[in-house]
């Protein structure tokens, strides 16, 4: 079994805290993608989870104008608001360190929002939160390019 300490840690760098929108519903999702020769760590992760969200193994790309060459790559993927909410115990009990916190803190009040209103989660009331996380992950992403 994973340190917990480890997970996060791992998370810190690693994972993303984010949503996906079809018309005015959103979806937040936790995630890990590695490449597939590391595999085994997202199958690690996985089971610390209590095996919650599923592995999708991404095939990798042929570099196009936009975009280079990727490699395979596994793809682990939460969804579901009662694993979602695992989630969230687990970063509260252990919680990240780096600035990743303030896109997981959103993330984690959009989720709890969704989970108490399920039936009528309103559009006006996530979509400024989910611009608010937007601009972390693009600050956090132009950060990561301009580093290298």
Request: aromatic fraction near 16%; charged fraction near 30%; hydrophobic fraction near 35%.
């Amino acid at each position: 079994m994973l340190n917990p300490w480890y997970v996060t840690g791992f998370a810190d760098g690693e994972a993303a805290f984010t949503y996906s929108r079809a018309g005015g519903v959103f979806n937040m999702y936790f995630a890990v993608r590695q490449r597939e020769d590391n595999r085994k760590i997202v199958e690690e992760i996985h089971k610390f989870f209590d095996y919650a969200g599923n592995i999708y193994r991404d095939k990798g790309s042929q570099p196009t104008k936009d975009s280079g060459f990727t490699k395979p790559s596994a793809y682990y993927r939460v969804s579901r608001i009662d694993d979602l909410l695992r989630i969230i115990e687990h970063f509260d009990k252990y919680p990240l360190q780096s600035k990743k916190i303030e896109c997981y803190n959103i993330w984690k009040e959009m989720v709890s929002y969704k989970n108490d209103n399920w039936r009528s989660a309103a559009y006006d009331v996530l979509r400024p939160l989910a611009e608010k996380l937007s601009a972390l992950n693009q600050k956090s992403r132009a950060f990561k390019v301009h580093k290298k």
